[in-house]
């Protein structure tokens, strides 16, 4: 086994077929061929399906892991060479889409400014896409909002933000500034489905309040649920920063006191150490948050259960 037949069958299951994985690594259908075919001999089974195209399920587990061999033998290059000159290399980064709305832009500025060599791959997604890529290593570190319970992990406390009920100004709720978690028993409302991290929040609090939180839609996206309620089709209980950069619109942010404020973390592997380029990245992110947190409405920098510093 070795790195030319790996990186063939993980171009095979990029691009899709043996000639289009080869364009991509600059050689010839026939070497793709071989190479694969190697593998496949090495390790006593089919990876690719031939006569209907794609990876059978023994090679998509062998790509998974192929993929982070990969991922390191870049790290190392990129290493070796930051040793004797500037930080260079890519970081793969994964961020949950409300926090990507207002940090991304600074961060990707920030970073051409202080590690112009490394290059940022970014994914967005839900912490629940987003974790178990941080895991089996193809991603280098992600965005994501708490609880996250994997001992493979380190996760370091970025920020934590409000929790609000978004109304459109049509809807019953519009109006109040302010209200008591009780009055939401049994209130339609826009919900993160049953086992996402968020509505596990939202559920403890309510069942702390003595009450239940009734779902008119079950939605998996915080992105989505703040769309739907801004153009009127229920309330939802979002984050802060699902609203804070929004344009103005006929809208009502009404808080919720007893609700417990989001924290949102950096999550990275503990081993093998965080490459240059990821801890470059890590560095610049903890700067802004720390210089630009304030700009944004109902972001605290105390990020314990229950923040009491607000900035």
Known sequence: ????????????????????????????????????AKLEKELGVTL???????????????????????HEIDDIAADIASLDDEVSGDARIGVIGTTAR??????????ERAHPLVHPIVHEGSTSTLIPGVVSGQLNAAIVHLPVDDPELLIEPLFAEDLLVLAHSKHPLAGRTSMPLAE??????????????????????????????????????????????FDGYGAAIVPATAISRWPTGEFTRVSVPELPRRV????????????????????????????RAARQPGVH???????????
Request: no cysteine; hydrophobic share 50%; glycine share 6%.
């Open 102 to 111: 207002w940090l991304m832009p600074q961060l990707l500025t920030a970073m």
């Open 184 to 229: 939401l028993d049994d209130v339609p409302l826009l919900l993160p489905p049953k086992g996402a991290a968020l509505r596990r929040v939202l559920d403890r609090a309510a069942s702390s309040a003595g009450i239940t939180l009734r779902p008119q839609a079950e939605i998996d996206g915080v992105r989505l649920l703040a769309s739907l309620a």
């Open 301 to 311: 920098l105390d990020t314990g259960p229950f923040p009491s510093r607000s900035v």
């Open 264 to 291: 949102v973390a950096w999550a990275r592997r503990r081993r093998p150490a965080p490459s240059a380029a990821t801890q470059a990245v890590g560095s610049v992110l903890h700067q802004i948050i720390e210089s």
């Open 48 to 70: 690719v399906d031939r006569a209907h195209g794609g990876l059978t399920d023994e090679g998509a587990r062998v790509v998974d892991r192929a993929r982070r061999i990969l």
């Open 1 to 36: 086994m070795d790195v030319r037949q790996l990186s063939a069958l993980v171009a095979i299951a990029d691009h899709g077929t043996f000639s289009a994985a080869a364009r991509a690594l600059f050689t010839v259908q026939s070497n793709v061929s071989g190479h694969v």
